[in-house]
């Protein structure tokens, strides 16, 4: 298994711009969430999906948007990049039963300047 | 979730068991006791859970106190790659509940 994988690893907008980070995951986890970590902080909840066609916002949603069409894949959208979008997006899954311990991906560095 | 105290830092030897310590005394029946630790600029990485027994995996062992106030988790034998910031998170698995929580966590250094 691969577990979850993030593209891209880095990457630089201007101001404005929009992108999507990708994230996939194979390992059948019903629950996918995505999180940022500005420097030297902790974790913060973007937004999380329980399932294809179903997501929620977590604590600091706005400026993103996200869509779960498929178990897969959970893509995270960046809408007009501003200067605090700035941070590192760790993209992660877990089982719906049980403990749900979570597993990340590696990360995408995002510089907006 | 219930609260939880770590040490900030840590050394341990190459080769020797690291055992990281961690207070949750207000946690409660349903709570599970979650270990991550995070590598410098790398994904948070799962290690191990555990609600009441003590709990083995192929990266660590998991001890929880029969009170459940206070759990260690042990590295046996203690590498280079190590080197991390470990995280103890307390929290019930609950719809609704959905993010993890990680406080300032232990620093822990392995010295060659």
């Known amino acids: 298994n691969a577990g979850v994988t993030q593209t891209p690893k880095f990457r630089i907008l201007k101001i404005g711009q929009s992108m999507t980070l990708q994230c996939t995951q194979d390992m059948n986890h019903n629950y996918m969430y995505w999180y940022r970590q500005d420097p030297g902080m902790g974790l913060k909840l973007i937004y999380y999906?329980?399932?294809?066609?179903?997501?929620d916002k977590g604590e600091v949603p706005n400026g993103y948007n996200v869509s779960r069409s498929t178990t897969e894949d959970f893509p995270l959208r960046l809408e007009l990049a501003a200067p605090s979008q700035t941070s590192v997006y760790f993209c992660?899954?877990?089982?719906?039963?049980?403990?749900?311990?979570?597993?990340f991906g590696p990360g995408t560095r995002l510089t907006v300047t | 979730d219930a609260k939880t105290t770590q040490p900030p830092s840590m050394d341990c030897a190459e080769g020797r068991a690291a055992n990281l310590p961690c207070n949750h005394s207000?946690?409660?029946?349903?709570?599970?006791v979650y270990w991550y630790r995070q590598i410098h600029s790398q994904g948070p990485q799962y290690i191990i859970h555990g609600l009441k027994n003590n709990e083995t995996n192929e990266m660590a062992s998991l001890i929880i106190t029969e009170d459940r106030k206070s759990s260690t988790l042990i590295l046996p034998h203690a590498t280079l790659r190590d080197t991390a910031v470990y995280y103890c998170?307390?929290?019930?698995?609950?719809?609704?509940?959905?993010?993890?929580?990680f406080g300032t966590g232990t620093r822990l250094t392995i010295i060659p």
């Open positions: 992660a899954s877990s089982t719906l039963q049980g403990a749900r311990e979570q597993y």
């Open positions: 999906s329980v399932g294809a066609g179903i997501t």
């Open positions: 998170i307390v929290r019930v698995p609950n719809f609704g509940n959905e993010k993890l929580t």
């Open positions: 207000t946690i409660s029946g349903n709570e599970y």
